[in-house]
């Protein structure tokens, strides 16, 4: 008999409700939940995938130990953590908790037991070396929110559904369903604002299935983009057009002044030289963007990790200063925390601007009070650039130090950062490597050992991360779908319960998982009483603790969190407040209304005011002025540049295996234009070879105008070539791995993040 199941799909930004059809515990069908309170019934091809996934021969079932022939065998769990003891304890003794990193993935922001449990590994590690995903993606955005704002999770989100003018640049939230702005189905959103008469513009080297729909799509050279926004910018002042609104009041003192100073130089005839997007274009977006009844101004991929080359051989980054000039513009054109405009979401399960006291904080220390090994490269909330860590295990110092442990958990970094040819020979060195992982992968197959990951339907969800990003305050709770297989061909542990136990073997099992577990829901209850802005605000962390029982793990966590949050129940001092039970009662979610202004209370910078010109971005426009100087008379080298590119039914790298997404749209193949193809004689379904200054690819051509001319495009996440990995989907089309093409160089200077997009490359036929 069949049964039926709702919950929320984890596996990109837009968390759709789906509903799950299920018949003797598998997975029957996947459709969207009509009755879901924030997508309505929207649904990806990915989350009709979900079951396809789950059941998937590929993914592990059961841990991993590679022997010394370097094939992995199946093994128990006891095998697995005697073995992890053998190898790790002694490189911590020897070399000390710095001499083992920590890299975690996309995937991790997904999932509630890593972003709940994550932490209390790390602290055990006692280490600093950790690196993420996240330098190799909206890093950028994060720096300069917390810079403005005070935290990094104060991005201003685009009230989508109420704005009547957006503009998009280095985005394709059509594909993406949103990032760093979670909205289940941008393509209905995006017509209902032209359906009101709203206007949307594009601004992107590719015509992307956002241009499609736009009312107007732009051109530009990759990574140009904090060019034109500082003329946008520069325009709406100098012509007298400025109007902060209601955030007026709470501006730092003389911020105007200094951002109208740093501005002077990026007329919009300089900055066309290098945008080749002409004069009257800007001022006329400029003009728009002022008028408009609301508007709102978002950026992606293509401003946070894009880099141009101005002079010399090597792409500079200025991701930091676009995130830092989308949002003055939202601000000069009165749009921030205005209804149509970009706001900030209230999460229910609270978040770092809904923490402490309200508009008042700590605010965020850039550059980070910690260095790399060997480049000295600044650590930024927290964690180190990803595209160091080839290098911190590759190169030793005098003394011998260097990076000799890594611990990846839900990451491939091998296909997704920088230089990954190196990357890849530098893991094969390591003395001790554990991969936490639903595959064998590129990077996983260099693990002494493999923990599986549980499949998503095997584990609890709710968005803790994306409720401080979302488009619409929603709170969804979904329990398990389907146990943890425990049988003749899989042996699986909730994720939660793999960390604690990771946590307790680096401390020599001084503490058991019970423990361990107790602490961290000591520290979350501790952290509630606390807090000025939590309803919990002057309890006892133990009257907390006893108000959540029986619950234990990530439930009871969350818990804690729901009801010391903004909408919480107080553990009874509201009575009509939210809790774990509510959201158990409402399997469809809970609707908390559209985003409201959050001025003051949402600031968390050390004066209690939006610092709209921290020294650091003045510093960024200063050096922007220099490159813009540059290059009227020193030009970068003429030739391609290199840009990513999304697909719909692809997610980063570890979805490739899923037959019900292969093919179609989903290819990872070379995009060239028409003139560029012909002057290198390249046809259509010919092999090419794109060469940069760290490695070389073959890949497939497609030609076609949807890329401007100078430009091509690989997709990110390919290159499932190596024998073992993966299965045999994405064996049988691997594509190639387009950061073997990205330099480890010309970083972010603020947020240390990696130029994946705009990388001068050579292509000829193979």
């Avoid at 929320?8 to 996947?30: F, K």
């Avoid at 019934?41 to 021969?57: F, M, N, S, V, W």
């Avoid at 602490?519 to 009483?529: E, F, H, I, S």
């Avoid at 979610?589 to 709209?612: H, N, Q």
Wanted: proline share 7%.
């Amino acid at each position: 008999m069949s049964e039926t199941a709702f919950r929320t799909c984890p596996l990109c930004e837009a968390t759709c409700g789906l509903t799950i059809t299920l018949d003797e515990g598998r997975v029957t069908q996947v459709r969207g939940d009509d009755d879901d309170v924030f997508s309505r019934g929207y649904i990806c091809p990915k989350g009709i995938a979900l079951g396809e996934l789950h059941h998937d021969p590929a993914r592990l079932r059961y841990p991993l130990i590679r022997d010394a022939d370097g094939v992995h065998r199946r093994a128990t769990w006891d095998e697995a953590w005697a073995e992890i003891a053998r190898l790790l304890s002694p490189v911590r003794s020897e070399f000390g908790p710095e001499s083992v990193a920590v890299y975690l993935g996309n995937p991790n922001v997904h999932n509630v037991s890593t972003t709940l449990y994550g932490p209390a590994l790390i602290r055990a590690l006692g280490t600093h070396q950790v690196y993420s995903a996240s330098t190799v993606d909206q890093m950028p955005a994060q720096v300069a929110a917390g810079l403005m704002f005070g935290t990094g999770l104060s991005v201003p989100i685009p009230d989508i559904d109420r704005t009547h003018y957006f503009l998009v640049l280095g985005a394709n939230p059509v594909v993406s369903n949103g990032s760093m702005m979670t909205a289940p189905d941008m393509p209905g959103r995006l017509r209902a604002l032209k359906a009101r008469g709203g206007r949307l513009v594009v601004v992107d080297p590719v015509r992307t299935r956002t241009a499609d729909l736009s009312d107007e799509h732009l051109r530009i050279r990759p990574g140009t983009d904090a060019f034109l926004l500082a003329a946008i910018a520069r325009t709406i002042i100098s012509d007298h057009l400025a109007d902060t609104g209601a955030a007026t009041p709470h501006l730092a003192d003389e911020a105007l002044a200094a951002i109208t100073d740093v501005l002077a130089p990026f007329t919009p005839e300089a900055v066309a030289t290098v945008t080749a997007v002409a004069a009257d274009t800007t001022r006329r977006l400029a003009r728009e963007l002022a008028t408009a009844p609301s508007a709102a101004v978002y950026g992606r991929m293509g401003t946070t990790t894009s880099g141009t080359v101005i002079a010399g051989d090597v792409a500079q980054s200025f991701g930091t200063a676009a995130s830092w000039l989308i949002t003055v513009i939202n601000l000069l054109t009165g749009n921030l925390d205005q209804e149509g405009g970009v706001m900030w979401p209230l999460p229910a399960a609270g978040g770092p601007s809904t923490s402490g006291t309200p508009g008042l904080g700590r605010g965020i220390r850039v550059p980070g009070s910690q260095r790399t090994r060997v480049r000295g490269l600044p650590s930024i909330l927290g964690e180190f650039p990803a595209a160091a860590l080839a290098e911190e295990i590759d190169t030793p110092s005098a003394d011998g130090q260097r990076l000799r442990g890594l611990i990846t958990i839900a990451g491939n970094p091998v296909v997704s950062t920088p230089d990954g040819g190196r990357l890849d020979e530098a893991l094969a060195s390591l003395d001790v490597m554990v991969s936490i992982d639903a595959y064998l992968t590129e990077t996983s197959r260099h693990a002494h050992v493999i923990l599986p990951a549980p499949s998503p339907l095997a584990r609890g969800h709710f968005d803790v991360a994306f409720s401080s990003l979302a488009v619409h305050n929603v709170a969804r709770w979904t329990p398990p779908t389907l146990p943890l297989a425990h049988d003749d061909d899989a042996d699986e542990l909730d994720e939660g319960e793999i960390l604690l136990r990771l946590a307790c073997l680096v401390l020599d099992d001084a503490l058991t998982v019970e423990q361990m577990d107790e602490m961290v829901a000591l520290d979350v209850a501790a952290r509630a009483c606390a807090s000025a802005a939590s309803r919990a605000h002057g309890r006892e962390p133990a009257e907390l603790i006893t108000a959540v029982e029986p619950r234990r793990r990530q439930e009871r966590l969350l818990d804690l969190m729901l009801r010391s949050g903004p909408y919480g129940d107080g553990f009874g001092a509201v009575p009509d407040g939210l809790a774990l039970a509510t959201l158990e009662a409402a399997p469809h979610g809970v609707d908390l209304g559209p985003l409201r202004p959050r001025l003051p209370e949402v600031l968390r910078t050390p004066s209690g005011r939006i610092e709209a010109a921290p020294p650091q971005l003045l510093e960024e426009a200063q050096r922007m002025a220099r490159a813009l100087d540059l290059a009227t008379t020193r030009p970068g080298p003429a030739g391609l540049v290199l840009v990513g590119r999304r697909s719909l039914r692809s997610n980063n790298s570890w979805m490739h295996n899923v037959a019900l997404l292969a093919g179609g749209s989903n290819r990872c193949t070379l995009l060239i234009h028409p003139d560029d193809a012909e002057e290198r004689g390249l046809k259509a379904g010919a092999q090419a070879t794109v060469q940069s200054s760290v490695g070389q690819v073959q890949a497939t051509v497609e030609i076609s105008d949807v890329v401007m001319p100078g430009v091509v495009s690989l997709p990110h996440g390919w290159g499932h070539s190596r024998p073992g990995t993966w299965g045999p989907v994405a064996t049988a089309d691997p594509g190639v791995n387009s950061n073997l093409l990205t330099p480890a160089g010309g970083l972010d200077a603020l947020a240390g993040t990696a130029v994946l997009n705009g990388i001068p490359v050579t292509v000829q036929l193979a």
